[in-house]
């Protein structure tokens, strides 16, 4: 269409007026909808269990998702799909499932064995995952809103995290796998496959030196005072120091540890329990409190003080420490001998009678044996006891039932310090308790003479106390001070007989 205009000049001024004006066409307001295509559409494996189930996965490319795809099942009886895609094992058998995207013409097939022969693989929520729970290879992860975990950290191979954004899918773990533990909204899960080490926190003591070609799975623990789930390989580094990782402390209950960085040249010193360089009496001190449980010892180097080469340091370590530093001497021989009659009470079969001998030697292992009523008669008399000693003596030190009775040193110092005098204690005079306990049971203290040839069945036992139906021992106050010493510690009698001694004696006095 031509444009006619007619010009008028008025007054200096040039109008313009269109014979017929030109219409611009309306513009719709209808927003442009790209469709998403299905990139992929699969189902994580063929072959699932009865009552197991899996989800169809789907990838898309970008633009709205159809909400018109419809599943279905050939067979429900065998397998079975909900409009979600997720499929369910009922019962054994092969079956197809189907999936029809009818916006965009698609379909796809699946053939899903269920077999009773398989382990079933799970669908999880993420507030269902626990510090240290496992996963398998097949299961799921889905983000129902009702965990604070958003995010989970998958340990790759490349000392890296593999960061999975759980609200935008689900996510189908390619392979074992672990749960480390949760920091704010992050899921720490680490695989349980070919090329992963581990060393668990749970499982480290004092002193220990770790692996840094290990991930050190710390879960909750606050370890030098920041929480990672997860110590990568370069973390050591990172966040503690150059050369070998060991735990300097670590307190299980509390979950807090710190670890210490150290020149992997520094030469230990075996005994060397407070890490100052030099092997003396202050590192018995340290390594006795620390198996007291005392939080103010601390062990520098566990493996210096493993002296049986165990993996465990327990008292029998400190017992051998002993018998290099303390006693000068690594051969066992008997310091004190109880003798020990013990009336037993049985609901059932009423009262009875126990009978045993037990040998304390100069490292305050407790080596005890049963015997029998006669053998306790015969030992009663001290002249008997010596050539008693000869045939059994040795079968006691060897096939006694072992323990750390006397772990205190000053106590083991005492105890032994009266062997040195025992043939002097045994032609003391005695003084008598004007008490008796027979319906308590009887226990005699014998203290070894120690003998030139040095073989152990050469020791005399010589009386030192007795307790029963009659009670007294050597007037000597050596000897009475370390006997109320070992009563009071329970290593010989009860710390009750001794106590109705000492009232009795209070009592007379006044």
């Known amino acids: 269409m031509k444009r006619q205009i007619k010009a008028y000049i008025l007054a200096g001024a040039i109008a313009i007026t269109p014979v017929c004006s030109m219409i611009a066409p309306a513009m719709s307001t209808a927003a442009l909808t790209i469709n998403a295509k299905p990139t992929s559409v699969t189902i994580p494996k063929g072959v699932i269990a009865v009552g197991e189930t899996m989800r169809i996965d789907f ?104 960061v999975i954004f759980m609200s935008e899918e689900p996510y189908t773990m390619q392979t074992d796998a672990i749960v480390a533990g949760l920091d704010g909204i992050v899921l720490y899960i680490i695989p349980l496959a070919d090329g992963f080490r581990y060393t668990d926190i749970t499982q480290l003591k004092e002193g220990d030196i770790i692996d840094t070609d290990t991930y050190l799975v710390t879960h909750d623990y606050v370890v030098n005072n920041s929480i990672h789930p997860v110590f990568l390989k370069n973390y050591y580094k990172k966040y503690i120091g150059e050369g070998k990782i060991r735990v300097k402390s670590i307190d299980h209950e509390s979950k807090r540890a710190e670890l210490e960085a150290f020149n992997e040249d520094t030469v230990s010193i ?109 030992l009663r008399d001290q002249n008997n006891a010596a050539s008693w000693w000869k045939d059994n003596g040795e079968l006691v030190i060897q096939r006694g039932e072992a323990s750390a009775l006397v772990t205190e040193h000053e106590d083991l110092k005492s105890v032994n310090a009266l062997t040195g005098k025992a043939r002097e204690l045994g032609s003391a005079d005695w003084q008598n308790w004007d008490m008796s306990i027979t319906d308590y049971g009887e226990q005699i203290l014998y203290l070894f003479e120690p003998a030139e040839s040095g073989y152990v069945y050469d020791y005399t036992p010589l009386l030192a106390a007795f307790v029963g139906d009659e009670c007294g021992w050597a007037d000597d106050a050596q000897a009475q001070e370390t006997i109320s010493m070992m009563m009071d510690k329970g290593y010989y009698a009860s710390s009750s007989i001794l106590k109705t001694y000492r009232r009795m004696i209070n009592d007379t006095t006044e």
């Open 270 to 378: 075996k005994g060397d329990a407070n890490g100052d360089g030099v092997f003396g009496i202050a590192d018995a001190v340290t390594f006795n409190k620390w198996l007291l449980g005392d939080p103010s010892a601390v062990i520098a180097d566990w493996k210096t003080l493993d002296y049986n080469d165990d993996g465990v340091l327990d008292t029998f370590d400190l017992i051998t420490m002993r018998k290099i530093l303390i006693i000068g001497e690594m051969e066992a021989r008997p310091s004190a001998m109880i003798v020990d009659y013990t009336i037993t009470e049985d609901p059932l079969t009423g009262w009875g009678s126990e009978y045993s001998v037990r040998v304390i030697d100069n490292f305050g292992v407790a080596h005890t044996a049963d015997i029998n009523e006669s053998d306790f008669a015969y």
């Open 59 to 162: 990838k898309w490319s970008t633009g709205a998702v159809p909400d018109n795809i419809r599943f279905s099942s050939h067979d429900d009886d065998i397998a079975t799909v909900d409009q979600d895609g997720l499929i369910t094992g009922v019962d054994t058998g092969i079956t197809e499932i189907y999936v029809d995207i009818d916006s965009i013409g698609k379909s796809y097939t699946f053939t899903v064995t269920v077999s009773d022969k398989v382990q079933p693989n799970y669908e999880y929520s993420l507030y269902q995952l626990g510090q240290g729970m496992k996963l398998k290879a097949g299961d799921t992860l889905v983000d129902n809103g009702a965990s604070v975990a958003k995010t989970v950290n998958l340990l790759n191979e490349k000392d890296e995290y593999d």
